[in-house]
């Protein structure tokens, strides 16, 4: 006959593989991470523009969204120098316009912590002026160490138990 102490460990047992297992395949989907560089809001006049610049000083993938208070505005990344190119007319860039957008960019540099400049600069070819609201993030993904530690630990831990559980019943049994 199988006692209390018995189904009550079974239980435990179980409880214990099933979350380590729970754990275990929420470790195998990497966490989002993101480190904001920039998070501004500011005005643009109309029929004019306004630019916020960014320092980039390692590889990654770079997110830069914004919104706008209504209507739509004019948008482009570009470099310090195509900065310099465009208000001297020697560069014209394909603008975006919208009123919301999430531009993604990946960066490769040859030596991480030598910085350069990024410029996101914003046209309103209205006469009212417009709210812009910037947010630019280095995102990335990390491996889930706590949930897959935890899952392992807490599924060796149900092992051992059962294991424990099943020697003391058949010493008992015999």
């Known amino acids: 006959m199988v006692g209390k102490g018995e189904i009550i460990g079974s239980l435990i047992v179980l409880v214990l593989l099933s979350a380590g297992t729970f754990l275990l395949l929420n470790s195998l989907a990497p966490l989002e991470k993101k480190n904001v560089l ?79 400049c990024f410029v996101f600069v914003f046209v309103n070819n209205d006469t009212i002026a417009k709210q812009v609201h910037l947010e630019v993030s280095r995102a990335w993904k990390e491996t889930n160490y706590v949930a897959l530690l935890g899952g392992t630990a807490l599924i060796l831990s149900g092992i051992i138990i059962g294991v424990i559980l099943k020697y003391r019943h058949k010493t008992h049994s015999d």
């Open 38 to 116: 920039l998070n501004d809001s500011f005005s643009v006049a109309g029929n004019t523009y306004e630019n916020r610049t960014v320092w980039i000083n390692s590889s990654g993938v770079y997110v830069a969204s914004f919104t706008v208070s209504e209507g739509t505005i004019k948008f482009y990344p570009m470099f310090s120098d195509e900065l310099s190119m465009w208000l001297e007319g020697q560069f014209e860039p394909d603008w975006v316009e919208s009123d919301q957008t999430a531009y993604q960019v990946g960066v490769s540099l040859a030596e991480e912590g030598d910085p350069f």
